[in-house]
């Protein structure tokens, strides 16, 4: 048994180092694109940028979470984006994968159908992550997740007024709101994955 709980705090530091690594290597991939984006006039945001209803625009749902209007853009989106990718890739490489695909596509797709006009930023993915780290816990009826998220909300809830309209700001709530969507939903995913995977066990 000695061995068995010690094994628990080697698989934390083993996922803590790896969620550095993946996340550094997304900001050194971001700001990367960023200086490329830079120095061709802003020319990928018009290619590959989220443009709502148009088919020129549907790659955008895929690429525009890598693009961003200017440096200050990709700077408030950054921070948040790797501590809270941080603390979802905690609970393990899937999970991670599994929270970032669901915010990014819904995201993606709830900005091409009702978005104003060309999008771009990785907020969207932003808002997944917080939205996850403050449900889970009460769809895994987890009282420590629970108490993580009273932090988290205290340091970042104010944000979450972002997924209201703010007409004239020049600001995606679409982004933010199904962003937020998605990460709810892999929260709920995930919840019934658990429960079959304790299933499993328990036969």
Not at 11 to 37: D, K, M, P, Y
Not at 126 to 131: A, I, K, R, S, Y
Request: hydrophobic fraction near 50%.
């Amino acid at each position: 048994m000695a061995g068995y709980r010690g094994q628990a705090p080697r698989t934390q530091a083993s996922r803590a180092r790896r969620g550095l690594v993946v996340l550094g290597v997304l900001t050194a991939v971001l700001w990367g694109i960023q200086i490329v984006n830079v120095s061709t006039g802003l020319e990928l945001n018009f290619l590959l940028g989220n443009i709502p209803r148009s088919l020129y625009g549907l790659d955008g749902i895929i690429f525009s979470p890598l693009l961003h209007a200017d440096f200050s853009h990709l700077l408030s989106n950054n921070l948040p984006l790797v501590v809270l990718g941080f603390l979802v890739f905690l609970e393990g490489v899937r999970r991670f994968v599994a929270v970032l695909a669901s915010s990014w596509l819904v995201s993606g797709v709830g900005v091409w159908l009702t978005g104003a006009g060309l999008t771009v930023g990785s907020s969207g993915l932003v808002f997944g992550f917080l939205t996850y780290l403050l449900v889970r816990g009460f769809y895994n009826r987890s009282w420590k997740q629970i108490l993580l998220a009273v932090v988290i909300f205290m340091f970042y809830g104010s944000v979450l007024w972002g997924v209201l309209p703010t007409p004239g700001s020049g600001i995606s709530w679409q982004a933010h709101f199904f962003g937020a969507v998605g990460g709810v939903l892999a929260a709920v995913l995930l919840r019934k994955d658990s429960r079959r995977r304790n299933r499993r066990v328990g036969s």
